[in-house]
């Protein structure tokens, strides 16, 4: 039984969280099994070897997709995604105002154009009419993120781009298992770019993953990923410039082994996600995303909003308190606290050392500037959502706790506090 009225933990009470978390183990023998083949065979070059050659078919069987590439980041795969459809410098590519940088960096190393989709302030998914609204004839893709683990609208996003010729990225990144209209997202777009790094669902400690079905794109992408080598055709004359992205033998060992713990985590995960939410439903002045029907949450990040106007506490203020009541809480949604495009490279368009190309050229006409207000629901998220962590380690104690902590929080700073609502009363006696 909880009581949100006990006193703060920042004010001297007992911090909430009182259940131990239990230590995070994600990696155990099938990685080492499988490392220990790499090593015995002496070959950790993904092209010779078979560990990376495996994950690729497996995942694509996971997707039903016809084919997969691994490289070594998530970053790099969208680099490649981006790389693959061959556009040319100063084509406008539209993504979400708040994603991770990733996202960006190969298309501004290609000399594309960023241009920034607002979010839904329910979801904090790219709004489709935001996109709509930012389409230009020199767009030339669309970058889909699924941000926190919740599906963007795929439908809106994926008719925009039929319905101009332009062609769908997924970046799902952040969206292992997570579903639109019952269907895992990473199927529908062209090409889908996904990350293994050390903060995903699982991790090979850096990691990415492509998937197409389209042959053509395959190919150019397996030429992108590997300096434009043809090491199919046996030919060395490379005919565009292209990184070196390949994934090690080492990295295709643990992200195997890890790809057969995905459904563990993920069912973990999202048990834990649904059970804190359902008890953050109860309190007053919360609200959560909007999990679209057939939608799932597969609980990247695990968010709730505070309606600024109902509370004395700035969404900072709130995590501070929750952190001493034992939750590990951030104001920043895990973007430094501001959407992408505020950061100082876009401000002072500085991607390449005294340029401002991509986004000013002569040779592409583009002139692009990303003033403060550009995107306002995405800017003022900020004031609104707080991330608690809640990984696969945690037991239903430890998200119980974890929902008294907030309920604690939110009845303390709530404006006219000294009341419980009906459905807060109705939780705390059930809790
Ligand atoms: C939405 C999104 N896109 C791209 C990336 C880049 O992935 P990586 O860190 O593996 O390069 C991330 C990583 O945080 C991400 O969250």
Redesign the pocket.
Known sequence: MFDITEKLAIEGGAPAMKTPIAHRKRHGEAEKHYLGEVIDSDTLFFYLGTKVRELERRFAALYDKKHCIACS??????HIAIGALQLAPGTEVITSAI?????LTGLLYQGLVPVFADVESDTLNMDPASVRAVMTAKTGAIIA???AGLAANLDGLLDLGSASGVPVIE?C??AYGCKWEGELVGRRGLIS?F???H??HISAG???MILTDDDHIRYIASLFLDKCYQREENIRNPFFLAPNYQMTEMQGAVALAQLERLDEFLEIRMRLGDRLMQHLSMLDGISLQSVPDGATHSY?LTLFAIDPGRFSATTTQFAEALRKEGVNAKANL?TGGKPVYLYDLFQARSAFPGSHYPFASRDTGSDRYYPKGLCPVAESAFERWIVVELLENYSIQNVDEMAHAIGKVAHHFRLHAGTLTGSEARGSARN
């Not at 994603?99 to 996202?103: E, Y």
Request: with cysteine.
């Open positions: 980041s998530g970053t790099a795969s969208l994603t991770d940088m990733g996202t993120v699924h941000h970046d990144a952040q770019c990350s293994l790094n903060f995903k850096s990691g990415g990247f895990v």
